[in-house]
């Protein structure tokens, strides 16, 4: 579509050239046309004039001299006396020597029957003398007393000519006529000089004179049978002459001064231009060859052709130049369009890399092949605290280089190597590199590019996760201790259950008075009694399996493991801060470091839960922890600010399954009791000042080394 | 099956199974029901308890919570889905509150922490043992009616749901013929079926009939 409209659009200028060459073409063809006419028109107008001018003077230049002649007394005398030899000699010498000086054709005196009786030419074979002229017009003219004029073939001489006649009057009557004859062939002779055919027509239309002999006598327009017989009659034009149509025709062109005469046959055309001579009552036709026109119009087309030719060649010129230039500019454009998206790529590109880089947590490194730095990311410089500015350029050995490595000689390809850096701070910077070749963009190998992954996190985890396992093996203990607890718990709970039913059964036993049922009943109510015992025993057993694993350790450091492992973490989530005031140094005691750190943390965990289930006292919620020593013990003291003990309570604290929790077991306090006697030590309890209560451990100090 | 009469209900010895793997609890349980004059059954696990026990007569379960294997919860589930007539009083040890409430809200009776005392034992199994008797008579009170309600003719089974609504015989008569144009009844024929109908199911009037067919279209949706 949009192609076609392109055609359409490189086409109309085009067709519109070529409309206007068309057009110019025509315009000059009918331009030449015109002026060739006006031209030809003119011409022919022009030499018309010429010609009538000169026609009518020949036809007029004789017409004094019938006149002047007849008014010789010779004339009158030899009117009167025909015969007399004398009288006619001297008649005819005197028209000879008349017409001689006058140059006309032939001179002659007529009686009044038309006789001629002398003429000027009476001494040549075609002599006047004795020829009776009574039927021509210019006699009968004369006869009336008017001058006459006639043109016509001689009956005599056969020979066309102008005949001009004047009466010869005697007493206001006419005795005679003289005539003169003046052939007109002269001028017809100028005519076979024209190219073009020339000819005079009469009043009857027919043509008499002209340079085209076949036309004479030929009529160009129908006569009347009148006529036809007064021109037989006169013998105008020879005594056989019969009408007889001329061989063209003329065509009346309007707005144009004349017609256009086209001969039969070969279809030859002509301008004829007509010229009235009105006195004379004649028409002279000029003619003028239409071919001159047609040429001037084809020479017109011609130079018209190819002048459009030359427009139009020009006019392709042009577009082709156009379009040359706008395809050149159209590219120029596109050129710079591509240079712009090129250039706009490349800097998306280079914003994008740069981000990249910025945004990367691993460090990027390049050298070149001796070693020298040429480029740095951000995270590099960050990770050894040296700015790109102070790295680039740098050779080995680079100010981040750890001292306690080696610098690598040769770079491993593909497996990440680990190496210590050295950071500006002076901290160690444990990374791991990977390193290829840096390649540039003909395929040289230029250098070495190294990613460079901190792994100082990393490596800190590790330690971390070394130390958390080694915790989390402590709580599993810890756990185990509370499971076996929860065990015992329900374990108990199970004989004592039995216990209860025994006795029921063996009171509704001793009412019924069935004696032997009783006496099973209380057996195995003993029995369950026993068993009961026995899983006490079991606890105590389990807690004296451990004093093998005494060693010395520091109380401190207690207090802070089972903070580490349970007891911050319970206090958070009861609310509680944790405050500790321990003593300086480590208090060396000599003890069961797991069963140590499980009373304080049961300790703790009572605290807490004292805390718990108490309003806050005005001196808040606070865990202390408080190591002291003296001379023999060193002494931990847990204060909390809980309901404290009240004397019922603070009496039967340490009874085995006393509690004063719905869900305790009331074992807790007994068995701290037991492993810190099993070191040696004490565990006492008080009420605190000001609100709370004390536990505190006591335990003997070993002396170290 | 003959209904035995209230009166002896009272002077048969109660049943009570007692599931609990503890031996020394299951005995000592069975001991004291037995001096208080109940019929004991002691099993020391789920499985063997419903293998073993008669679960659609009337009696009282007193089940423990934690038990190796089956757990109390299990088992008290598999009776609930057999459609036993007992009832269950769950024992529970120190610190299984939560389980134990989540069983009384599934239906038992009531829980009691080991130990327990004599009386709030004795108490709860005597309650349990009531309300299974209870549980007991809807049963065998519905399976009479269905066993009667059986023996009517499909046709009069038809006759009966609709007399239930409470509608007289000439309006029934209508419905039938409206509901199958082929068969239509005669308001006299629809009176005789329902002297069978009250005569078959041993009821006396149309109010009754309307709960019995309740109550049996109510048992036959739990049934289905």
């Not at chain 1, 000086?101 to 075609?126: C, F, K, Q, R, V």
């Not at chain 1, 073939?153 to 004047?166: I, N, R």
């Not at chain 1, 073009?196 to 327009?221: H, M, N, Q």
């Amino acid at each position: 579509m949009a192609r076609l409209r392109q055609a359409l659009r490189g086409a109309a200028p085009m067709a519109a050239v070529l409309g206007m060459a068309v057009l110019m073409v025509l315009g000059a063809g009918e331009w030449a046309t015109r002026n060739e006419l006006d031209t030809q028109w003119d011409n022919l107008r022009r030499s018309g004039e010429v010609q009538a001018l000169a026609l009518h003077g020949v036809a007029t230049r004789y017409s004094y001299l019938p006149f002047t002649a007849a008014q010789q007394p010779l004339v009158a005398h030899l009117l009167h006396n025909p015969r007399s030899q004398s009288v006619r000699e001297a008649a005819n010498a005197y028209l000879q020597t008349v017409n001689a000086h006058a140059g006309s054709d032939a001179l002659y005196i007529m009686d009044a029957e038309g006789l001629t009786l002398a003429s000027s030419n009476w001494n040549t074979p075609s002599s006047f003398v004795h020829q009776n002229y009574g039927n021509r017009p210019y006699f009968r003219d004369a006869l009336q007393g008017l001058a006459g004029r006639f043109y016509g073939v001689g009956k005599t001489t056969g020979e066309p000519g102008l005949f001009a006649s004047a009466p010869v009057e005697q007493d206001g009557r006419v005795i005679g006529v003289v005539a003169v004859k003046v052939r007109m062939q002269p001028i017809v002779d100028t005519w076979a000089q024209l190219r073009d055919p020339v000819f005079v027509a009469d009043e009857r239309g027919i043509v008499f004179l002209g340079s085209v002999t076949p036309w004479l006598y030929k009529t160009s327009r129908p006569l009347s049978a009148q006529a036809v017989q007064q021109v037989q009659h006169d013998e105008q034009y020879g005594p056989q002459w019969q009408p007889e149509p001329v061989p063209w025709k003329l065509l009346q062109r309007p707005e144009q001064p004349g017609s256009e005469l086209t001969l039969d046959g070969t279809g030859k055309r002509y301008l004829a231009f007509e010229e009235p001579l009105p006195d004379l009552g004649w028409t002279l036709t000029l003619t003028a060859d239409s071919r001159v026109v047609a040429l001037a119009r084809q020479q017109a087309w011609a130079l018209a052709s190819l002048a459009s030719g030359l427009l139009v060649l020009g006019a392709l010129y042009w577009q082709l130049r156009e379009r040359r230039l706008r395809e050149n500019r159209q590219a120029r454009i596109e050129l710079e369009q591509r240079v712009h998206e090129r250039t706009h790529a490349l800097q998306q590109a280079q914003a994008f890399r740069q981000s990249m880089e910025d945004a990367l947590l691993v460090g990027m490194r390049a050298r070149d092949l001796q070693g020298r730095i040429v480029y740095v990311n951000a995270a590099m410089c960050d990770m050894v605290g040296y700015s790109a500015d102070e790295l680039i350029g740098q050779p080995p050995p680079y100010p981040f280089q750890h001292p306690g490595e080696e610098p690598r000689p040769g770079e491993p390809e593909g497996q990440g190597a680990e190496s210590r850096l050295r950071h500006r701070d002076g901290s160690d910077v444990h990374t791991m590199v990977y390193t290829a070749r840096l390649i540039d963009g003909d395929g040289q190998h230029v250098g070495w590019m190294s990613s460079v992954v901190d792994i100082t996190a990393q490596k800190r985890a590790e330690e971390q996760q070394q130390q958390r396992e080694a915790q989390l093996q402590r709580v599993q203990r810890v756990i185990t201790v509370g499971e076996m607890a929860s065990t015992l718990a329900h374990e108990l709970n199970q004989p004592l259950a039995a216990l209860v039913n025994y006795a029921a059964a063996a009171r509704a036993l001793a009412a019924q008075g069935k004696v032997e049922l009783l006496g099973d009943s209380l057996a195995a109510l003993s029995t369950q009694a026993l068993r009961a015992a026995d899983i006490v025993g079991r606890i105590r057993r389990w807690v004296r399996q451990h004093p093998e694993a005494r060693e010395p350790c520091d109380l401190n450091a207690a207090v802070d493991q089972s903070l580490a492992l349970l007891l911050r973490a319970e206090a958070r989530r009861h609310g509680v801060a944790v405050r500790l005031d321990l003593a300086r140094g480590p208090l060396s005691v000599s003890a069961d470091r797991v069963l140590l750190e499980q009373v304080v943390l049961n300790l703790g965990l009572n605290a807490l839960q004292a805390m718990q289930s108490h309003a806050p006292s005005p001196l808040g919620r606070e865990l202390l922890l408080h190591t002291t020593a003296d001379a023999g013990h060193a002494s931990l003291q847990v204060l909390d600010r809980g309901p404290g003990l009240p004397p019922e309570i603070a009496a039967r604290l340490f009874e085995p399954f006393f509690t004063t929790r719905t869900d305790g077991l009331g074992l807790g306090l007994n068995i701290c009791r037991s492993i810190v006697e099993s070191m040696g030590g004490e565990l006492l309890a008080r009420n605190r000042e000001g609100g709370g209560a004390i536990f505190e451990i006591r335990l003997p100090r070993t002396n170290t080394p | 099956m003959t209904e035995a009469p209230s009166s002896d209900t009272a002077a048969a010895p109660l049943r009570v199974y007692i599931v609990d793997d503890d031996e020394g609890v299951r005995h000592s349980l069975a001991a004291l029901l037995l001096a208080g004059g109940h019929a004991a059954h002691a099993f020391a696990s789920g499985p063997e308890f419903l293998a073993g026990a008669d679960l659609s007569q009337p009696g009282c379960v007193l089940l423990d919570l934690r038990m190796d294997g089956m757990s109390g919860l299990q088992v008290f589930e598999a009776m609930r889905q057999q459609g036993t007539v007992l009832k269950t009083v769950f024992l529970s040890a120190h610190g299984e509150l939560a389980s134990a409430v989540a069983a009384v809200k599934q239906g038992a009776v009531d829980w009691l922490e080991k130990p327990c005392d004599e009386q709030t034992l004795l108490a709860a199994v005597l309650k349990a043992a009531s309300l299974s008797q209870e549980a007991a008579q809807r049963a065998r009170r519905r399976n009479t009616l269905l066993e009667r309600w059986a023996a009517l003719s499909p046709r009069q089974q038809e006759v009966a749901r609709l007399l239930a609504t409470g509608i007289s015989s000439k309006e029934v008569a209508r419905a039938l013929a409206q509901r199958d144009p082929e068969r239509p009844i005669d308001p006299r024929t629809v009176d005789t079926h329902r002297s069978a109908i009250f005569l078959k199911l041993d009821i006396r009037s149309s109010h009754e009939l309307g709960m019995l067919v309740e109550d049996l279209e109510g048992a036959a949706s739990r049934a289905g």
